[in-house]
């Protein structure tokens, strides 16, 4: 069974940087694209950014380009996400997410929740005006 665990959510300030990273059970975790998504109180789950299985391919919502960056260190099977000047609209719940095996094309960026299988149970981020 494959086990997504997210950690580095907490209570920041306004403009704070935070660094989450999501640890991936398995020996395969190289063979799948990552994503990370975000879901407020009362709101859809969204995407934040993804990143294909092979190198240099991501996406990013338009609200967080040129301020978050998606990594992933397959030797540690982890993905990262670095989120800089975080504002207050931006509290909720974290989630790391492993996409389907149909979608993991070498350069792929899934998107849609759909297109993904396994999920974390989620990290708060909380940021104080």
């Known amino acids: 069974q494959v086990q997504l665990v997210e950690s580095g959510g907490g209570l920041v300030q306004a403009g704070d940087s935070l660094r989450l990273a999501c640890a991936v059970s398995?020996?395969?975790?190289?063979?799948?694209?990552m994503g990370w998504f975000r879901q407020a109180p009362g709101k859809e789950r969204d995407i934040v950014a993804s990143?294909?299985?092979?190198?240099?391919?991501?996406y990013y919502a338009d609200s967080v380009k040129g301020r978050f960056t998606i990594s992933r260190d397959n030797a540690k099977n982890t993905v990262y996400l670095q989120m800089n000047s975080l504002n207050p609209e931006e509290t909720a719940d974290y989630y790391c997410?492993?996409?389907?095996?149909?979608?993991?094309?070498?350069?792929?960026?899934?998107?849609?929740?759909?297109?993904?299988?396994?999920w974390g149970q989620g990290t708060q981020v909380t940021v104080d005006s």
């Open positions: 997410a492993r996409a389907r095996i149909n979608y993991s094309g070498p350069y792929y960026t899934p998107r849609p929740t759909s297109e993904y299988d396994y």
């Open positions: 990143i294909s299985r092979g190198v240099g391919s991501t």
């Open positions: 398995g020996r395969t975790f190289s063979n799948y694209a």
